[in-house]
C-alpha cells in the first residue's frame, strides 16, 4: 500500500502564491508519474497537471497553464505544484495522485493512488 502525503495547502488572498508538494511517505518508492487534481464540493474531481518523474515530460489543463507550474525531484519521488496568482475560482481541494508502473494513469482519471487531499482557499 501506497501512502502520498501532501502538504502546502492554505488560505491566501486573491493574487498570492501557494507551494504544493506530495511524496510517498516510504521515500523509497519510485514513481512512474504523479500530478494534481483539484475538486470543489458538489463538482466532479478537476485534472490540472502530471508530470513523469524519470523524464520530467509534463502536461497541464488549459485552466492551470500560464499560473500553475508542476516540478519533480525524482531522488524525493516529490511532486511540486506551484500556484501562482490565484483566483478565487482556484479554491479547492488539490489531490495528489501517482502510478507506480506503466500506463500513467492520471490523465484519464484512474491513478493507482490518491492523496487525501490539502485545501487551497483563496479570498477575494
Known amino acids: 500500500q501506497v501512502t502520498l502525503v501532501e502538504s502546502g495547502g492554505g488560505s491566501v488572498q486573491a493574487g498570492g502564491t501557494l507551494r504544493l508538494s506530495c511524496a510517498p511517505s516510504?521515500?523509497?518508492?519510485?514513481?512512474?508519474?504523479m500530478g494534481w487534481y483539484r475538486q470543489v464540493p458538489d463538482k466532479e474531481r478537476e485534472w490540472v497537471a502530471y508530470?513523469?518523474?524519470?523524464?520530467?515530460?509534463?502536461s497541464y489543463a488549459d485552466s492551470a497553464k500560464g499560473r500553475f507550474t508542476i516540478s519533480r525531484d525524482p531522488a524525493k519521488s516529490t511532486v511540486y505544484l506551484q500556484l501562482d496568482n490565484l483566483t478565487s475560482e482556484d479554491t479547492a481541494k488539490y489531490y495528489c495522485?501517482?502510478?507506480?508502473?506503466?500506463?500513467?494513469?492520471?490523465?484519464?482519471?484512474?491513478?493507482?493512488?490518491w492523496g487525501q487531499g490539502t485545501q487551497v482557499t483563496v479570498s477575494s
Open positions: 516510504d521515500h523509497k518508492i519510485t514513481t512512474l508519474c
Open positions: 508530470i513523469f518523474t524519470a523524464s520530467g515530460s509534463m
Open positions: 495522485a501517482a502510478d507506480l508502473q506503466s500506463p500513467c494513469r492520471i490523465r484519464v482519471g484512474s491513478p493507482g493512488y
